[in-house]
């Protein structure tokens, strides 16, 4: 929902994952794909990467979700 009221985050998200996605090698998430995906997609993958940089974690964000990793 915050994308719908800051459309310009979704775009600086897609760009975030694009990038990580090429530095760990997965070539399907291209920007062109990533517009194509949910909001939900977007803000799931971003925080796929960003749950490992503890500087850019939310507060109180650990990364893991209960009972899995």
């Known amino acids: 929902m915050l994308f719908i009221f800051e459309p310009e ?5 897609e760009f975030y994952i694009s990038e990580q996605a090429e530095i760990t090698g997965y070539k399907t998430l291209v920007t062109s794909n990533l517009q194509q995906a949910s909001d939900l ?3 799931n993958l ?3 990467w960003v749950g490992g940089v503890e500087e850019d974690r939310p507060e109180g ?6 009972g899995i990793g």
């Open 41 to 43: 997609t977007v803000g």
């Open 9 to 13: 985050l979704r775009r600086d998200y």
């Open 46 to 48: 971003y925080y796929y």
């Open 61 to 66: 964000f650990s990364g893991r979700v209960d």
